[in-house]
């Protein structure tokens, strides 16, 4: 699976939107970009996954540049709830070797401020 | 929708002890993970499981770890002789087996500490 390159921490203020990056330079056509967080003490979360398309669900957007090369998850209105560890991973989507585990990075730390 | 649940929540043991811990995933998924966090890192693939068969072990599982899944529901590890640098927080993860968006769900992790 393609490796992800995330920024170590991001700070964001109550009510604005976050936008959290990720460079996926050497994703190959058939892995999905998916997007997890972990908040203190507890297990990874699923948030949103895409291929090529932007996505947007109850939690958050996906946006995923044309190359496919580089993604932005969007927290709309964030809130201290939100602060948390978010997971960039790349992992192929379909075929019969896929065992769908997934590698996880550092992640971008999210701090969430008043 | 019960969530994956993860036994003991916390387990404090000296060096050379033996743990086991227990997972219990989303009913009806059919894989099962075992990862394992330490402190500022993320998650580290250990194992898998594809309903009872354990069809993938990362080189960090050494012979001291093992994990069954006997029927294909719950599933155990266990580390024998455990050593200081075990100190981690163990995590299961289930889902069902998809072709496109197959999802992982986290239980909230077993934390060890080895005195």
């Known amino acids: 699976d393609a490796k992800t390159t995330q920024p170590p921490s991001m700070d964001c203020a109550e009510g604005r939107a976050a936008n959290l990056p990720c460079n996926h330079s050497?994703?190959?056509?058939?892995?999905?970009v998916y997007w997890y967080r972990q908040i203190h003490s507890q297990g990874p979360q699923y948030i949103i996954h895409?291929?090529?398309n932007n996505e947007t669900n109850e939690m958050a957007s996906l946006i995923i540049t044309e190359d496919r090369k580089s993604s932005t998850l969007i927290l709309p209105h964030a809130t201290l709830r939100d602060t948390a560890v978010y997971y960039c991973?790349?992992?192929?989507?379909?075929?019969?070797?896929?065992?769908?585990?997934?590698?996880f990075g550092q992640g971008t730390t999210l701090q969430v401020k008043p | 929708d019960t969530g994956v649940s993860q036994d003991p929540r916390h387990k404090i043991t000296k060096r050379g002890q033996n743990v086991t811990f227990r997972c219990d995933p989303i009913?009806?998924?059919?894989?099962l993970y075992w990862y394992r966090q330490t402190l500022g890192q993320g998650p580290e693939f250990l194992t898998y499981?594809?309903?009872?068969?354990?069809?993938?072990k990362s080189r960090l599982l050494s012979d001291r770890f093992s994990a069954e899944r006997p029927k294909g529901s719950f599933s155990t590890l266990e580390i024998q002789r455990t050593e200081q640098g075990d100190s981690a927080m163990y995590l299961c993860?289930?889902?069902?087996?998809?072709?496109?968006?197959?999802?992982?769900?986290f239980g909230s992790g077993t934390q060890l500490s080895v005195l």
């Open positions: 993860a289930s889902s069902l087996k998809r072709a496109t968006n197959e999802k992982l769900f």
């Open positions: 895409g291929l090529k």
């Open positions: 050497t994703i190959s056509g058939n892995e999905y």
């Open positions: 009913s009806e998924h059919n894989r």
């Open positions: 991973i790349v992992r192929v989507g379909v075929g019969s070797g896929n065992t769908g585990k997934l590698i």
């Open positions: 499981f594809q309903n009872e068969a354990q069809l993938e």
